[in-house]
């Protein structure tokens, strides 16, 4: 799809379910399209390395069932980021993302994510390097701020120069990374949102496509954010309370939802998850993913609790999953509201 308007063109990014390590992997993306066709997933973060130096199959490796997909890249090499965001296309990704976000001491060493902000010259130089290499849309995801650089001003400068590199959908995690002294998942939590800052991004360059994130759970909340925003993107929420997910396509996208109930969708993965096993994967790397299906439903828990007590044991296969859904009752009404 070209080009055209706010956007970077390709896929919808009205609601988008955030790229998570070791969460949203091919099995729970997967899963999210069995409850969302609209939906637009990402992928785990690949660093530029690992895909280049690595066995890029394996990292690249995903079932066209969960388009519309975005590859997350971490790095900053400009010819590195670039041969990456061709292996995207080449893949059939819909989208290519770069992380700006990651506060990871790890991948600071590496000039990979939240660090790269203190760097808008280097960010604008990879992006525009991907864009040159790719028909695919390049966005970026980002925090609106580090330590030391955490003005309005600065995220303006940043914004800017990504911008004036070609890059026209940004995706802001609305509070800053600290990269000193504190953990990851702290900063998911300690560092205030500012959803404000976000919403004057929007407002200040309204050519820009703009998505929200951080903190956000209700589709109610969606709403009231998608008033001043483009998008939304859920992470936690998305994954702890996957069911959610089935009603974006009739609230968001004026859409039947794809299932009626969380037993149809889990039923309609089997297949995929016989034929995984069958890859030699084991049911656990699946069945994690699974464990917030029936989060709150009664019945819900000894399903989790089956699960957890039985899928790692060796040569679990889909009998698991069959036993553990005996224990949740099947409404017999639809659990879904229609479109
Ligand atoms: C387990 C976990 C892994 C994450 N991994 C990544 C990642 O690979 N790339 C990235 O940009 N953000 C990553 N994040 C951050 C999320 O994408 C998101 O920005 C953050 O969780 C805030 O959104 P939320 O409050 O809706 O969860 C991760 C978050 C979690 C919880």
């Given amino acids: 799809m070209a080009s055209s308007g706010n956007t970077s063109g390709g896929p919808s990014r009205r609601f988008c379910v955030a790229p998570m390590m070791d969460w949203t992997t091919s099995h729970y993306r997967y899963l999210a399209r ?3 066709r609209h939906t637009l997933l990402y992928t785990e973060m690949v660093t530029t390395g690992a895909l280049i130096h ?3 199959a394996r990292f690249l490796r995903h079932d066209e069932a969960e388009y519309p997909l975005s ?3 971490g790095g900053s090499d400009p010819a590195e980021l670039a041969h990456c965001a061709k292996l995207a296309e080449k893949f059939g990704f819909d989208e290519v ?7 990871s001491d790890r991948v600071q060493n590496n000039m990979i994510g939240a660090c790269l902000m203190g760097h808008p010259d280097k960010v604008a130089e990879g992006v525009h390097a991907m864009i040159e290499a790719t028909d695919l849309p390049v966005t970026v995801k980002h ?3 580090i330590d030391g650089r955490e003005s309005w001003d600065d995220l303006c400068e940043f914004v800017e120069k990504v911008s004036e590199a070609g890059c026209r959908t940004f995706i ?3 509070r800053i990374a600290i990269l000193e002294g504190l953990s990851p998942k702290e900063n998911r939590e300690v560092p205030p949102l500012k959803y404000d800052w976000v919403y004057r ?3 200040k360059y309204p050519h820009l496509e703009i998505i929200i994130n951080g903190g956000i759970k209700t589709f109610e909340e969606c709403h009231e954010h998608l008033r001043h925003t483009d998008g939304v993107m859920l992470g936690r929420e998305a994954y702890h309370n ?3 997910l089935a009603g974006v396509d009739p609230e968001f996208f004026g859409q039947a939802a794809p299932v009626q109930s969380r037993h149809q969708a889990l039923r309609a993965m089997l297949p995929f998850i016989q034929s995984e096993l069958e890859r030699g994967v084991f049911l656990t790397h699946m069945s994690r993913h699974l464990l917030g299906l029936f989060h709150g439903q009664p019945g819900g828990r000894q399903f989790r609790r089956y699960i957890s007590e039985n899928a790692h044991k060796s040569g679990a296969g889909l009998e698991v999953i069959e036993t553990a859904l005996e224990k949740v009752r099947e409404p017999a009404a639809p659990e879904i509201a229609e479109a």
């Fill in 34 to 36: 069995q409850l969302s």
């Fill in 54 to 56: 690595g066995d890029t």
């Fill in 71 to 73: 590859l997350q890249l």
């Fill in 97 to 103: 993302n770069l992380n700006v976000g990651c506060p």
């Fill in 143 to 145: 925090r609106i701020g």
């Fill in 172 to 174: 802001v995690h609305a």
């Fill in 201 to 203: 991004l929007k407002a």
């Fill in 242 to 244: 996957p069911w959610l």
